[in-house]
């Protein structure tokens, strides 16, 4: 799975951008979104996501379940 | 006398000839300056403030009370990321209509800040601070923040530059501030025990984790003291910012004071919390209140010892443009400045503008030296508002004032207190009635209130409320005038005309400031 960003929620403050250790988040018409080819929930890189430690506003940034669980592959 | 420059700050510049015919009428009492220090004695410079300091901060609006009637500033919106939460902040809520910290109508990148410098400067010579506060922190936006700086520098170097931060990632960047010739920092600072902390605020983002609870204002706490202390080693001078809330930090800003003070912090700002449930924050949603004028004024003056506290901020959104108490970042949006195909940036015109504001100030500064001279020595203190819309002359109409300077007058002469907003007393040319009982409420603690013009209506309501309105002051020096007025005042007790008590409490509008645009 991948995180993804609740558009009506976001207020576009940008803290999430530069914290994505994938790369993963771009600004999209004043709100961001997640590629969800890119996000790895921060597995391997952080004990927490991110983009949910960082974001101002509560449920903003959330599961996207339309993706399987993000996997280490070896 | 007529004020010379009273229009400037309500639309158009006025031609560079007028103004050059005007300093020629002024001349002989310029402010070249000679040895750091200003001419004709004393354009204000405090007699205990080092001359290399007054330097720094005579122009700046938000680090001199006195420069604040004729300089202005401007906010850029470049840095909306924050790396803490604060229970007084509501990053979801964004209206053009409100006036507070952390709220803004549009955020622009450094090219679009840049340009919007330059434009604003040309139209209102008097901006001399590019200030960066949000609305989120600066600091935790470090690329956006310090590129438009370096943008700013290349094209307006007579700007001075200051920013405003939570603190928490000041250490990491104090060689820049200074590599920027940035003179002012502004920390906010609501505490310095993080068991108060914590009720303040819920979470910091700290080395890739959210860290909650007390460890969270632990880390706060030792990162503001970390920054304050290296920035005071790096010769730049610091606003430390304070939001009393009643039962959570009041009775701790006095230790707050003591530690900032001691680490070398200029001036300490402790501004009321604003927390109308509208604004949906968590003290705004939990029913946490703010500040009454006389419990904030308690606590400023209690700690008003060898520091200077700061008593005319107004709180404003990380977008403002103008003098403190006007915002006219509606005649600067993007879309505007976009349109703008060149923007020339017109050095010799604020120039020029700023040589008759100088002049101007000195003749304030003399004028109340002069009143001073033979004020009587008593205990009585009277407070008195004032409707000015800058250049610190009585120059506003009672209906059309959106807030009332208050000054307190006794033996010692007449400071500046703080300031009160009110809704529009007058609009559309007719009094509204309904409004006046708020005004009222706001400037309760008054004896007087001084305006330009004032209708028969409002007159007799405010005399049953016991403030005395005042119109012979009209477009004179304001000081000079509560020192005139006071003296009245005092010679009519001693002739026991009348009995001097002090009066009550006042409201602090929760409802923010917004330019009746």
Sequence with gaps: ?74 | MQSTIASVSTQEVKPLEQLLEKIADHKGCGTSSEGGKASCGSSGGPVDMAPEVWEKVKNHPCYSEEAHHHYARMHVAVAPACNIQCNYCNRKYDCANESRPGVVSEKLTPEQASKKVLAVASAIPQMTVLGIAGPGDPLANPAKTFKTFELIAKTAPDIKLCLSTNGLSLPDHVDTIKGFNVDHVTITINMVDPEVGQHIYPWIFWKNKRVTGIEASRILTERQMLGLEMLTAAGVLCKINSVMIPGINDKHLAEVNRAVKSRGAFLHNIMPLISAPEHGTVFGLNGQRGPTAQELKALQDSCEGDMNMMRHCRQCRADAVGLLGEDRSAEFTTEKIDEMSEVVYDAATRKAYQELVEAERSEKVAAKEAAMADLDVTDIKIMIAVATKGQGRVNEHFGHATEFQIYEVGSNGSKFVGHRRVDLYCQGGYGEEETLPSVVNAINDCHAVFVAKIGGCPRDELKAAGIDPVDRFADEFIEESAISYFKEYFARVCAREIVHVDRGDADIRQGAYSAAA
């Design chain 1, 1 to 74: 799975m991948a995180y993804e960003i609740v558009a009506s929620l976001c207020t576009g403050c940008c803290a999430c951008e530069p914290e994505c250790p994938n790369e993963a988040i771009s600004e999209k018409k004043n709100v961001f979104v997640i590629d969800p080819a890119k996000c790895t929930e921060c597995i391997g890189h952080f004990d927490e996501p991110q983009c949910v430690a960082v974001c101002p506003i509560d449920h903003t940034c959330v599961i996207d379940k339309a993706y399987p669980r993000y996997e280490v592959t070896a």
